[in-house]
């Protein structure tokens, strides 16, 4: 028998995270001050184009975050050289880039893990095993306010959206929601 897939719940504590960042840094979410939230955008790699599509939309708007007081990540599993060639490459010059992300961490968080298939549409080998992308906001306190996690690159949440997200849950104090953890009986069970 497997043992349950992780899922993160709202309100509630989120799992250590520790990556090396491009540049020489490094990014602990425990040691994040944000005056509102972390955004921690998990994405598959450099070989993903939608990714790449996704960054540069962040790198935009790192300002409009900033003054909304979030801190902005971007972490894969990348290794250093790919993380570096990422930030190279797609001109993201401002944004953090994390990267190592341990696939035992990965499931912590929720992420669901591919195997690679070889080249993409860009020409570029997808590692052995990599996450899927998604994205969370932490608050201050280190708890879940908001996650979207995918098993697929496509149609991801709006930067845009999630800034005016923002606004309107610090305006109104709006709660984090999707907290109830139970488990219900099966149709069939009854």
Known sequence: MTAPFPHLLPRQSVPDLRVPIVGGRSYDIRKE????????????????PICKTQLKDLEAKLGDFERRG????????????????TGLDWQLSHL??????????????????SRGRGNTS???????????????????DGTLYF???????F???????????????????????????????SAEAR
């Not at 499931?107 to 669901?112: E, H, N, V």
């Not at 860009?122 to 201050?140: C, K, N, Q, T």
């Not at 996650?147 to 690159?153: D, K, L």
């Open 33 to 48: 001050v944000p005056a509102t939230f972390s955004l921690i955008v998990f994405y598959r790699g450099l070989h993903c």
């Open 70 to 85: 979030v801190s902005v990540v971007a972490i894969s599993t990348d290794s250093e050289e790919r993380a570096l060639q």
């Open 96 to 113: 953090r880039i994390g990267y190592g992300l341990p696939l035992p961490v990965a499931r912590q968080w929720g992420l669901y893990i």
């Open 122 to 140: 860009i020409g570029i080998s997808e590692p052995d095993l990599f996450s899927e992308p998604a994205i969370y906001l932490v608050r201050p």
């Open 147 to 153: 996650g979207s996690v995918q098993t697929m690159p």
């Open 155 to 185: 149609a991801r949440p709006p930067f845009a959206d999630i800034l005016g997200a923002i606004d309107y849950v610090v305006k109104h104090d709006y709660p984090a929601r999707g907290e109830v953890d139970v488990t219900f009986e």
